[in-house]
């Protein structure tokens, strides 16, 4: 299997926030790029920007020398693989699918060996970054895959971002990415009720995290969710409905995978009890909702 010429032309399959950045750093680099996507109104910045818009999976990816999907989980790339319009009617020559979106591992590893079986290798890469990250090319990909089509598409995954990891075969990268994920939504709780405990005494946040980047535990994860809840800024970058599902994900996996998880199962119920409006926003609201818990009270702990 030879890897076609850096610079040449890409077929983007999903223009969501992450799809849209990282198509819009191709596009600034030099690459031809070819885009699809369900809802046309999302193709529009890319399409402005040189992109060609494309009717149809099949169409999108005819004349590409890379294939790129970005979708929200296996039902959206089972429905652009399948069918007489998706990837699959095509044919490969030589290609792989690229699929950089998280996914539960038990249905993603059968659809990759269906299209494998129809002439389509899949290369599973869950990024580990934000969109700020696909921007800027310092993503990190969690990859599963076999050993040969990882290798073809090496180049492309060093093209978007800094780092790849080759974890295993297919389901072992989104393995990877859930763990990291529940790593994700743990930290993020366990600042929120860090923080609701100073707030319930009084003290000075942001002085604390401060003392915290000075400690064995700073992290940047923490400095960034800590400045969003001071600043109150919960754009969405990694939204609090995602985190629920990535998370749900972790669990059912890890249930599957003969464990008993502890913490995964009560941080699902918690953001299952976060009112409807606030799952588009950012996870870093996690913060501010258990944060809110607290009132201020003056004197406890003072030893008066």
């Known amino acids: 299997m030879s890897t076609p010429a850096l610079r040449g032309t890409v077929a983007l399959i ?38 060609s818009v494309h009717d149809s999976p099949r169409s999108a990816i005819d004349g590409a020398h890379w ?8 039902a959206a790339l089972r429905a652009v693989l399948m069918g007489a319009e998706g990837v699959l009617a095509a044919p490969a020559r030589g290609r792989c699918l690229i699929d950089l979106g998280t996914h539960f591992p038990a249905e993603l590893v059968p659809l990759a060996a269906e299209a494998a079986s129809r002439g389509w290798p899949l290369v599973e890469a869950p990024v580990t970054g934000s969109v700020h990250d696909a921007s800027h090319g310092t993503l990190n990909f969690l990859v599963g895959g076999a050993a040969a089509d990882v290798a073809w598409a090496r180049p492309m995954l060093e093209a978007l ?13 989104n393995t990877a990415k859930l763990a990291l994920n529940l790593l994700v939504g743990l930290m993020a709780g366990g600042l929120g009720e860090a923080i609701a405990l100073l707030r319930a005494h009084g003290l000075d946040v942001a ?26 800024d919960h754009a969405p970058r990694f939204s609090l409905a995602n985190l629920e599902k990535d998370l749900g994900w972790a669990r059912r996996h890890a249930e599957a995978s003969g464990l008993a998880p502890r913490l995964a199962p009560v941080l699902c119920d918690l953001l ?24 201020v009270m003056a004197g406890v702990g003072s030893g008066e």
Not at 222 to 228: A, D, K, N, S
Request: proline residues 5%; positive net charge.
């Open 14 to 51: 999903g223009c969501g926030a992450m799809g849209a950045a990282l198509g819009q750093r191709l596009l600034a680099r030099g690459w031809r790029l070819r885009v699809y996507n369900r809802s046309v109104g999302k193709t529009q910045p890319l399409s402005a920007a040189g992109a």
């Open 207 to 232: 002085r604390f995290l401060v003392a915290l980047d000075g400690s064995g535990l700073a992290s940047p994860l923490y400095r960034r969710l800590g400045q969003r809840y001071l600043d109150g």
């Open 67 to 74: 294939v790129l999907s970005v979708l929200t989980d296996s």
């Open 272 to 295: 299952a009890q976060l009112p409807a409006e606030a799952k588009p926003l950012d996870y870093s609201a996690l913060i501010r909702h258990l944060a809110a818990r607290a009132s």
């Open 161 to 173: 971002g800094r780092a790849l990891f080759h974890l295993g075969p297919v389901g072992a990268g």
